[in-house]
């Protein structure tokens, strides 16, 4: 229990709310002081429990130990003090929201939205770790009280860093499917205004499990939308909502070395317990410093206990290792009925099972996870490329690809991993750029010998690899750092859209349908002018448990597509749709020559056409079904997730979704 000073501490730190006291705040609502005063008592509503309690076996994180624990509630309940029983646990056999309103959740201006002293009643028992909704941007619109020119000129040149989003309660790195709604305005839409749009009204910042606890009991009982942001990567605006209540879990960013020999279920070996909101940049850092690596993604920010795992995460690793999902050994999640819980192979193995590829902000917000870690090993790069030109016409060029297209069964098969763009200024005129072609365990001098078959091909077609370069690493953490630095990201922009699909092997072992494959892309990239593509496999790994929710669509995979939509500053919304509608309709050219295949949900078209079976597979039913159990109440929600087809944004023109709009239910 938190003492007294701190509960003073907290209510001079809540001076930003109207109610500074609570004892006023009780008495506005009611004329009881008594009742009042002794509320703050009680606050924060947290317990410090035992860190060896787990049921994982796995201690908690000090974060973890700070819960909303049942004898909490009990003595807040004691208190009766007036919405106090907002703040208990969800009970499965009650599933409708205490307030609903028509089938949707509360907006801001609604009669049940919950009142200035609820507000200040949460805030006190998070212990004033609640934020009011505020546009990043608002400091460069004279209609905000945060209005500051000079603030407004740092937000504009800060706001391609991914860095500076993470940071902010409301930052996002993809403002397009919020809405669009405030972005500084030399890099907004025409007469661009700011609103909060599809931003969250309130922002938990969460410091300990019972925050989290809280907010979920608080936004049930009350109908409130809730939403998840851990480092706001998601380019669908899945981490945002008009009107929610925002738990931010970007500072739950611990990490600790579980040793070299961690047991749990069937593993033995090194192990990493890491927070949800560590970064890709520092788990690679402290695996680093003890001659380890972790599979991770490549871009420095990206959550990797948030939505990249969740989705599934793919990695420089996974040809070797599997999907980032694969490597989990056990959670800790809050669910949605606000209780906090261990997830393992032996405690809720069904939700072992789903969160570890099912998707983020389903079903419930993961606080910490022990993943596997692995011995450090050597990695070379090589970038390269080739081009049409004065003496290859795009016919030969297109031959070039198949070259390298033909390389990717075996290539996947040794472990390697390869990143690389094609872009087309015409027909006639096209380049690819290996960027990079990243060869694990591998030296300069075995790198070069393995790609020699390639490149004497190319050669012999006239097109000699050109800008070839090789570089040696120690390890992931070098290759990673050298090869996408974070100056590399532009984030922050609403001028492009991409969707992706999941080549299958299947397509390398049959010629006709490798023939079809390789034309649908050709004309696609040439349609598009760009796309990016990944050659890889979900590598098998018999160390750590596979059986998850993951896409089984990757199981099979060699090559990850992606395409975009791009339009310029001056386009309308509807020039969006269109351009989102054409993206939509050019993938049906990749879905057609992958049937049964579908397309990993991270990286994915926002109106992809049964994205159940598309990003889910075979595993959608049971995963649905779960979401009843484990939510019924449809606390969380994120557009294209598991469920998320129960519910609706009002106002939304087609093909281009937002989340500015009220959440509402559909009616069967
Ligand atoms: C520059 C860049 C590079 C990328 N590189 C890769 C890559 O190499 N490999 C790859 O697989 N993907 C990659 N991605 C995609 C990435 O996996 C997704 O954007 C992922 O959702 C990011 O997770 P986050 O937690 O950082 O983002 P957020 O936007 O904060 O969250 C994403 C989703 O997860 C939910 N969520 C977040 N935290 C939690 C939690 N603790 N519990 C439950 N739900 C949660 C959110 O509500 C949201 O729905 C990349 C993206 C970008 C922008
Ligand atoms: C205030 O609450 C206390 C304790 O519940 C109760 O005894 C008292 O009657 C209440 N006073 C008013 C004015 O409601
Ligand atoms: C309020 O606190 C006082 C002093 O701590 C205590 O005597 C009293 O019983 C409490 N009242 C309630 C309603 O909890
Ligand atoms: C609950 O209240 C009792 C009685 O005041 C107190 O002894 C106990 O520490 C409280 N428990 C918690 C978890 O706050
Ligand atoms: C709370 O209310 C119950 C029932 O009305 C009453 O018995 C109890 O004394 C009250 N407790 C406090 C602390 O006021
Ligand atoms: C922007 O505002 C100006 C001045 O009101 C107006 O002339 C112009 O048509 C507007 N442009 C768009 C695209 O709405
Ligand atoms: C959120 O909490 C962290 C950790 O206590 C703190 O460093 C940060 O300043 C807080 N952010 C905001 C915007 O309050
Ligand atoms: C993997 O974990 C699941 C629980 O999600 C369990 O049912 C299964 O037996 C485990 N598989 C292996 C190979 O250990
Ligand atoms: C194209 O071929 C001609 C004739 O062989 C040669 O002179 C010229 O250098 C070539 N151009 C390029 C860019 O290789
Ligand atoms: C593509 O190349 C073929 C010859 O290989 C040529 O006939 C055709 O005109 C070229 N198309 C374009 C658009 O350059
Ligand atoms: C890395 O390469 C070495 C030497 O070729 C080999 O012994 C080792 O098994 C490889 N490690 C992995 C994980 O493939
Ligand atoms: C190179 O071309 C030959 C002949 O078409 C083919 O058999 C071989 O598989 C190709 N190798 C690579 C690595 O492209
Ligand atoms: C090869 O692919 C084509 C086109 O997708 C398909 O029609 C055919 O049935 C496939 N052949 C085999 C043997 O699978």
């Not at 609570?22 to 609502?29: E, G, N, V």
């Not at 599934?312 to 040809?319: F, R």
């Amino acid at each position: 229990m938190v003492t007294s000073v701190a509960v003073k501490a907290l209510l001079l730190a809540a001076a930003s709310l109207p109610f500074t006291d609570l004892a006023q705040a009780q008495t506005i609502r009611d004329g009881n002081q008594t009742v009042a005063a002794n509320a703050t008592t009680v606050a924060p509503g947290a317990a410090d429990v035992s860190p060896d309690s787990a049921d994982s076996g796995v201690s908690y994180f000090s974060f973890e130990s700070t819960q909303l624990t049942p004898e909490v509630i009990a003595n807040l309940t004691a208190l009766n003090l007036t919405g106090i029983e907002y703040f208990t646990f969800g009970n499965a056999s009650s599933p409708m929201a205490k307030r609903d309103s028509a089938g949707c959740k509360v907006l801001p201006g609604d009669a049940a939205w919950p009142s200035e002293i609820d507000w200040f009643l949460l805030d006190l028992l998070l212990g004033g770790a609640l934020i009011k909704g505020v546009p990043v941007a608002a400091p460069c619109y004279s209609n905000w009280h945060q209005y500051n020119a000079d603030e407004c000129t740092t937000i504009t040149s800060d706001w391609n860093s991914s860095d500076f989003h993470a940071s902010q309660p409301t930052g996002i790195d993809w403002p397009l499917f919020e809405g669009v709604t405030c972005l500084p305005p030399t890099l907004a839409p025409t007469n661009a205004t700011c609103t909060l749009g599809g931003m969250p009204s309130y922002i938990v910042n969460v410091t300990n499990v019972a925050q989290i606890q809280l907010a979920f009991n608080f936004a049930r009982s009350l109908n409130l939308r809730l939403s998840v942001k851990n480092q706001g990567h998601d380019f669908n605006a899945k981490n945002v909502g008009a009107g929610s209540l925002s738990v931010w879990t970007k500072h739950l960013n611990e990490i600790q070395y579980l040793g070299p020999e961690f047991t749990i279920g069937s593993y033995k070996g090194p192990a990493l317990k890491i927070g949800s909101g560590v970064d890709t940049l520092q788990a690679y850092e402290y695996a680093d410093a003890l001659g380890l690596e972790v599979v991770g993604g490549i871009s420095t920010t990206v959550g990797l206990g948030g939505g990249y795992i969740a989705g599934g995460g793919h990695s420089p690793l996974i040809s070797m290792y599997g999907m980032a999902a694969d490597q989990v050994l056990s959670m800790e999640v809050v669910l949605p009925d606000g209780r906090f819980v261990s997830v393992s192979e032996t405690s809720y193995p069904d939700l072992f099972w789903a969160l570890r590829g099912g998707g983020g902000s389903t079903f419930g917000v993961v606080t910490s996870l022990v993943i596997r870690a692995y011995p450090k090993l050597p990695v070379t790069t090589l970038t390269f490329s080739f081009g049409t030109s004065e003496n290859v016409t795009n016919n030969t060029f297109w031959e070039g690809m198949d070259a390298v297209w033909a390389t990717f069964p075996a290539y996947a098969d040794a472990g390697h991993y390869r990143y690389w763009t094609i872009l087309c200024a015409s027909e006639s005129s096209c380049s690819f750029t290996m960027s990079p072609h990243w060869a694990n365990n591998c030296t300069s001098a075995q790198l070069q010998e393995f790609v020699d078959p390639l490149f004497a091909n190319l050669t012999a077609l006239g097109m000699a690899p050109e800008d070839v370069v090789y570089t040696e690493f120690d390890g992931v953490l070098n290759a990673f750092t050298s090869t996408f630095p974070a100056s590399s990201e532009a984030v922050g922009t609403w001028s492009y859209h991409t969707g992706s699909r999941l080549f299958p092997r299947g397509n390398w072992e049959n010629a006709t349908a490798l023939a079809a494959q390789s034309a649908a892309i050709r004309n696609a990239a040439i349609e598009a002018g760009m796309m990016m593509g990944y050659n890889i496999k979900a590598a098998v790994n018999p160390t750590v448990n596979q059986t998850n929710a993951v896409n089984p669509a990757w199981r099979d995979t060699l090559m990850h597509g992606m395409l975009g939509a791009v339009w310029t500053q001056t386009a309308t919304p509807e020039d969006i749709a269109a351009a989102n509608q054409v993206l939509t309709e050019r993938l049906q050219t990749w879905r057609d020559v992958s049937p049964g295949s579908g397309a990993y949900m991270n990286e994915a078209d926002i109106n992809e056409p049964d994205f159940q079976q598309s990003f889910y597979g075979s595993n959608y039913p049971q995963l649905y079904a779960m979401k009843q159990q484990y939510d019924p109440w449809g606390v969380l929600y994120a557009i294209t997730a598991v469920g998320s087809e129960d519910w609706y944004v009002t106002d939304q023109i087609p093909y281009y979704p937002t989340q500015n709009g009220r959440l509402c239910r559909v009616e069967n």
